[in-house]
């Protein structure tokens, strides 16, 4: 295969074929939403702590002195401050301003995202994985000539680690936000601390639900039995999951042939850094899926998402992969 970094991507066999089968779950990360106009990490932080100087709870001093560190430090030191002096933080504003997912270029988007699955994951707080944003396909009929308003369905959410099942990866219209949703903010895993104990390996009290890590075993079903395909995924946000992932293939009896992709944005001069990256992640199961920034940066994931959703058509799993996935659980 060539290593040449086309503007939209050769579509794998494999990726085609768990479409086909309603396997395929986009798992969607950062990127995504800062291309509908979400805040980065840095500004995440950075707007946190502005609220805290809103209330007089931080100095413009203070900030100074703040703002220059890493943005994990800062999340964790916002919290802290936040506990302390029991303020309100409305990370809501930080994500939509007008109160709602409105950005065009976010509508645009996820209304691509979601006529590629019936059912996300995501580790991203905001709201726009919420709705089903594709349009319905019309009806033989229309109303004097006019195409009939359509309105966006409400997915059902999840985002409570007690409810992360394997049954969930086979529901209809259904977005996991596995780091918590704007929805309870109280919940939502955003300091070091928080990343520690959401996936802290407590695999040797297996046979204790109590002490079982329902993430670590939500995350090594789906990467078993579920073809991911990571969109607004850069290095630093996969290094929690890549543990998961090889944890998950080499775990005996589950099958080999389930394999994974990341779509990422390249410029034409970073071919050997896409070369070595493909290796990398071909370690983890993971095919690279890259496509060129030269024209259009990474908006241009717009026109590769508008690809897929041509190729690739929104199916729920086949009644023979539920039996399937009903056997497993079974049997263990």
């Not at 100074?64 to 802290?80: D, E, F, G, N």
């Not at 270029?105 to 006529?115: H, R």
């Not at 928080?194 to 204790?208: I, K, L």
Request: glycine share 6%; with cysteine; charged share 25%.
């Amino acid at each position: 295969m060539s290593d040449a970094i086309l503007p939209k991507p050769h579509i794998p066999p494999g990726l085609r074929e768990a479409a086909e089968r309603g396997t395929l779950v986009p798992f969607i990360g950062a990127g995504a939403s800062r291309l509908a106009g979400c805040p980065g990490w840095n500004e995440f932080a950075d707007g946190m702590l502005l609220q805290l100087v809103e209330q007089g709870k931080l100095t413009h001093a203070e900030l100074a002195q703040i703002k220059v560190l890493p943005p994990r430090v800062k999340l964790s030191l916002v919290r802290t401050l936040a506990d302390e002096h029991r303020v309100f933080i409305d990370y809501k504003k930080l994500f939509h301003p007008s109160g709602k997912p409105d950005h065009a270029k976010g509508q645009k988007l996820y209304t691509l995202l979601s006529k590629l699955a019936k059912t996300f994951v995501t580790t991203n707080y905001d709201e726009w994985l919420d709705t089903d944003w594709a349009t319905p396909e019309l009806a033989d009929h229309e109303v004097n000539g006019l195409t009939p308003p359509t309105i966006p369905k409400p997915r059902k959410i999840i985002h409570h680690v007690h409810k992360f099942i394997p049954a969930r990866l086979n529901e209809s219209n259904c977005v996991i936000h596995l780091h918590g949703a704007l929805c309870e903010p109280d919940g939502m895993i955003l300091t070091t601390g928080d990343y520690v104990r959401h996936y802290a390996n407590d695999r040797d009290a297996a046979n204790d639900p109590e002490k079982e890590n329902r993430v670590l075993t939500f995350l090594e079903y789906l990467f078993a039995h579920r073809t991911a395909l990571f969109i607004g995924y850069g290095l630093e946000e996969l290094e929690i999951l890549e543990y998961i992932i090889l944890k998950a293939r080499f775990t005996e009896g589950l099958r080999d042939e389930v394999r994974h992709y990341l779509l990422q944005g390249f410029f034409s001069h970073e071919q050997h850094l896409m070369r070595g990256l493909k290796r990398y992640y071909l370690e983890c199961g993971i095919e690279l899926l890259p496509f060129s920034r030269d024209q259009k940066n990474w908006d241009q994931l717009l026109d590769v998402l508008e690809h897929l959703s041509q190729a690739l058509q929104a199916k729920t799993p086949l009644a023979l992969e539920e039996f399937h996935d009903m056997e497993e659980l079974l049997d263990d």
